[in-house]
């Protein structure tokens, strides 16, 4: 085996990796196969609900078996082990009897020389669970091998269980700082300090959010022109309301025009309004938007993708606070605020010709930049947690809590379409749900990872390596009946290097000119 304090370290990194503990126990199983030479490892958890021992991971078993394997209290050695406290070692499997019905899709002579170990897993003076593996041990030097051996697997016996406590405090941090945090957002105000007021639709505590806070307590109250840019779906028309609402003006009417939604043929209309036969289908007279916005507020969300006429139009609006209608010659005076959103980077459509500079400079009064959800990813479970109370009010269903898989896809989800992704994933959560929890499972395809379905690389490279050439070199021993020179001469490798390999991995050639002969 190789040094131990490199695989006991390897061991820890690689539990360090997973944020379940139980998803780290089948590369430590594998690591403990390739690189020491300890094969069929299993790992049984207590389930507190029933007491009793469950296999979290197991080789050799099938993901059917795994989920069946239960222990009681006392029963078989692992039983006895969790039950006493004390590991046990036991010499030659093959020997016996209690590993009769383990043994029975593995043949006699496989289970010759193998010593079997399972030792318990103590956590604040409690056992929570065992772990056993087995090694072939060649009868020189038998007693130190074993020795080292259980010395070894208490060791890792150790590591799980640190593991498992620290991850049950990091969870127990979580579930406060959530709760906290929830608090804080429902108990804010609007001030300098970047709160959030109870009557704000929005929601988030990150330093960038604060920012966005201190920047709307400043500008809000005046009544300069407002550009907000972000990108999609970030809550642009939410602080576009916040704007409002801040504002002096927030007793008036508030009026939203989407000019990505408009046909262009219908939008100056829409925006300044038209007299009676103006145009074809023009039966009556029709005040636009900027008139009902009258003393109020008027919101051009996507204002980017106005046409260049238009945008020549209502520049001549802000400039001189007065239009015309469609059709029209009298001029009507005009008392209104004006926010402008684009989830487009308009300084760049002005270097570019697509919009006008002079435009773009009357509506960059003051700007306001919403952040994605990648760069305030502290807020995603204060959104997740404000989506689920809302759609389970709507759809009349219990959510109690977040399962720690679900949060973590969340969390470590980059959501390109930011906020309004997010709502609409705890939306389908939500009507998924059986059970009153959110799954992992419950959300989206899109935002399952490899480690929540579990086709995650479960080794190292090293380790992969290892474990091929491991098996190469068994398979090329049992095609040449345990014959090393002719093993070696298939592989393309000297008798020396096999030798070394052979040695390294703790393969037993004997047993396959055995298995062989018996045949």
């Known amino acids: 085996m190789e040094s131990e304090f490199e695989l006991l370290f390897d061991i820890v990194r690689t539990f360090d990796t997973y944020v379940e503990l139980r998803s780290g126990l089948g590369p430590l199983l594998n690591l403990l196969e390739i690189r020491a030479g300890l094969t069929w490892g299993m790992v049984t958890l207590l389930d507190r609900r029933t007491g009793l021992l469950k296999i979290e991971e197991a080789q050799g078993l099938s993901p059917e078996e795994k989920e069946r394997g239960i222990y009681r209290l006392g029963e078989g050695l692992v039983g006895r082990v969790f039950e006493s406290g004390s590991g046990i070692t036991v010499p030659d499997l093959a020997l016996d009897s209690r590993f009769l019905n383990r043994a029975k899709n593995r043949r006699h002579e496989d289970m010759a020389g193998l010593t079997y170990y399972c030792v318990p897993i103590r956590a604040n003076g409690a056992v929570m669970g065992t772990l056993s593996a087995e090694r072939r041990i060649r009868s020189e030097n038998a007693s130190q091998q074993r020795s ?21 405090r990091i969870l127990e941090e979580q579930m406060r700082l959530r709760n906290d945090a929830s608090t804080a957002s429902l108990k804010a105000e609007t ?11 929005i929601i988030g505590t990150s330093n960038s959010m604060h920012f966005l806070y201190e920047m709307l307590a400043q500008g809000a109250p005046s009544d300069a022109s407002v550009l907000i840019t972000g990108e999609s779906g970030t809550g642009k028309e939410l602080v576009a309301a916040e704007v409002h609402r801040l504002s002096k003006r927030s007793g008036e009417v508030f009026v939203k025009v989407n000019c990505a939604a408009l046909p262009e043929s219908i939008i100056e209309s829409e925006l300044f309004g038209h007299e009676k036969g103006a145009f074809t289908g023009a039966i009556t007279q029709r005040k636009g938007r900027f008139e009902l916005a009258q003393h109020g507020t008027i919101f051009l969300d996507e204002i980017g993708d106005l046409s260049p006429a238009i945008q020549a139009k209502l520049l001549r609006v802000l400039q001189e606070r007065e239009l015309e209608r469609v059709g029209g010659t ?50 995603i479970m204060l959104l997740a947690d404000h989506f689920i109370e809302k759609f389970a009010r709507k759809n009349n269903k219990i959510i109690k809590r977040i399962s720690s898989p679900a949060i973590e896809l969340l969390t470590s989800y980059s959501w390109p379409g930011n906020v309004r992704e997010l709502e609409n994933c705890i939306e389908r959560a939500v009507i998924l749900s059986t059970d009153m929890v959110i799954h992992s499972y419950n959300l989206p395809p899109s935002l399952q990872s490899a480690l929540s379905t579990k086709t995650e690389p479960v080794m190292t490279l090293k380790a992969a390596i290892s474990r091929v050439e491991k098996e190469m070199i068994i398979e090329a021993l049992k095609i040449e009946s345990g014959n090393m020179a002719a093993a070696a001469r298939r592989l393309g490798i000297t008798e020396r290097q096999m030798g070394l390999r052979v040695r390294y991995y703790g393969i037993d050639w004997r047993i396959f000119r055995t298995a062989n002969t018996n045949l």
């Open 148 to 168: 080292q051996d259980r010395a070894f697997l208490e060791k890792i016996a150790q590591i799980i269980a640190d593991s498992a406590k620290l991850r049950e």
């Open 191 to 201: 001030d300098c300090g970047g709160r959030i007021a109870p009557e704000s639709a």
């Open 330 to 379: 009298s001029t009507i005076k005009i008392d209104v605020r004006l926010i402008a959103a684009s989830n487009r980077n308009l300084e760049q459509e002005v270097k570019a010709g697509s919009f006008r500079d002079d435009l773009y400079y009357r509506l960059n009064v003051f700007p306001l930049y919403v952040p994605p959800l990648r760069e305030r990813k502290s807020d």
